[in-house]
C-alpha cells in the first residue's frame, strides 16, 4: 500500500488549494524536532508573506486528516513519514502562500463582512439558530486556539476562493459525454469482508508497557493554571427611587419581555437595582485592584485548574489562558462578585505516567494490534479467497455491497474504481475488503448525469490551471525557507 501512495500521492490530497478548516474535534499531528530561523515563529516568507509555524503546523495537520480519511486505520505516523508527509505540507503552504501574494498584487482583498459571512456556517459557532460570541470564544477554547488566529486562517482561505474563482473553467460537451462513459464503468466482482471484531487481543502487562514508553508523547496531561485571587462580594448601592428612574430613563431599550416587548419601570426594577450594585461594586473592585498591583495588598487564595475547567466565563477564561506569568488580570464579575486573578505558574502538558494512562493505553495497543492483525489476514487471505459475487457493479451500487454501512460501501466503490489493479484490499476502519474484479466493462451514455461529470472534469482542468500558475508564481516571488530539520 505504501508503495502505490508513494507513486499516486500527487492524486491522493485532491484539493490543495482550497480546504476546509477542520478544526473542532481534531487534534494537531506533530512531526518531531525541528530548528526555525532566526525570526523565531516564522518557518518561511514568500514575496512579502511570513508564512508562522502555526500556519505550517495546521497545514500539515489537515493533509495529515485527509489522507487518514482517506485510508482508514490503515494510515498512521509511521505512513505519514515515508510518505514524507512533513515536506508535502510545507510545500503546500509555501504554493498557498505563491497564491495569496499573487491575490494581493491584484488588489484581491478579504473584508469584515467576508468573514462573518463564513463565520455563520459554522453550526459549532451557532446558539439557537443564531451566531454567538461566546460559543465561538469557547469551542475556539476548547481546541487550544484563539479568533485572532483562526479568523487569520479563515481569511487566508477566502482569499484563496477568490483567487481560484478567476481562473475557473466550464469543460465542453464532447469531454463530458466521453468522461461519462468511463466514470460509470461497470464491474463484476467478488468480495469479501473482515471485522477486527472477530479478532481477540488479551493484551500483557510488558506489551502495554512497551507501547506507552514508545507512544508517550500521545498521552499528554492538561496545561494547568496556578492563580492567586481576590474576591469582592456585591455591594448595595443604596439606589434611590430616582437614581433607578434615571437608570431606566437613560437604557429602557434593553429591558425586554421574552415576546420583545418592554418592560416596564416596575417590571424591570429588580434588574436596575442589581446593575446598579454591579456598577457600584465594580469601583471597589478596581481600587482593590491598584492597591494589588501597587503591592499595598496581597491576593490571598491560592487555586489551580486544568485548562478545560476554568469555572469562569468563556470571555474570563480566554484572558487566562492568554495571559503570561505574573500578569494580574482586572477584576471580573462572576457569580455575583468581582474577582481579581493573578496567573502565578503555568504547568506546561507533560507525558503522563503510566498508571494514569493506561486506561486510553490499552484501548489503543488493542485497536492497532487489531489492525495489524487484520491487514496480515487480508494480504494471507487475498490470492486465494472465495468471496460473494456481484454483478454490474458502479460507483453508486452502495444497496449492492451487503455487509457494508452506505459511507463503508461509498467509500469501497470509490476505492474501486480509482484503482488500476484487478484485486486488492480497502481498508474501511475496523473492516478490510478483499476484492477481485472479474469482468468490466464502460457504461453507456446518461445524460442525467452530465452535470456530475461536467463538475468533475472542470474541478480537473482547473486544478492543472492551478499548478501551472503556481510554477509561474515561482519565478515571481522570491521564497525564502527558514527551517532545517535536525539531524
Known sequence: MITWMQRHKRWLVITIWISTIAFVGAGFVGWGSYEYGKQGGVVAVVGDREISNDEYQEEYSRLYEQYANAFGSAFNKDMAEKLNLKNIAYTQVLQKNLILSYGESLGIDVTNKDIAKELVKYNAFLKDGKFDKDTYVQVLSQNRTTPVKFEDSLKRNILLQKIQTLFEVDANQVEVQNLNKLLFVQDDISIKILNSNDIVINPSENELKKYWEENKNSYMSEISYELKTSEVELLSANASEEDISRHYAKFKGDYKKPDGKLKSLEEAKAEIIKELDVKFTKKTALKKYLQIKKEKENLVNDVVFAQSELPYTNESNEKIITAKVGDLLKPVFENDKFIIAKVIKINKSQPLPYKDALTQVTVDYTKVTKEKQLNELARRELTNFNGTKISNVTRESIDKIEGLSEQEAAKF????????????????????????VRDSKLGEYDKSKDELVKNTLSQLINQELMVNLVKRLENTFEIQSLIQEKE
Open 413 to 436: 466503490l470509490n476505492e474501486l474504481f480509482s484503482s488500476t489493479v484487478k484485486s486488492g484490499i480497502v481498508n474501511l476502519n475496523d473492516k478490510v475488503v478483499l476484492y477481485k
